[in-house]
């Protein structure tokens, strides 16, 4: 499992956002799962600079499972 933090303000890792995602059986739609870890991790309400990183790890994360 990768580790490094995505969003700094609010110190979410990569392995948060994969955490996040756990148990998602299908994605349809990466807004949608973006939506979910940003309810449980609250990435991207800082200064929201990590927003494309947030996404790109999400992408990367469903076209993994």
């Known amino acids: 499992m990768e580790n490094y933090v995505i969003c700094n ?4 890792t990569y392995a948060d ?3 996040a ?3 998602k059986k299908t ?6 799962a973006f939506e979910d870890v940003q309810k ?4 991207t309400t800082g200064c929201g600079g990590c927003h ?3 996404i790109d790890a999400i992408s990367r994360i469903m076209m993994n499972k």
């Open 40 to 43: 449980i991790t609250h990435c």
């Open 52 to 54: 494309d990183k947030i």
């Open 9 to 12: 303000c609010k110190q979410v």
């Open 17 to 19: 956002v994969e955490s």
């Open 21 to 23: 995602l756990y148990g």
């Open 27 to 32: 994605f349809d739609d990466v807004e949608k």
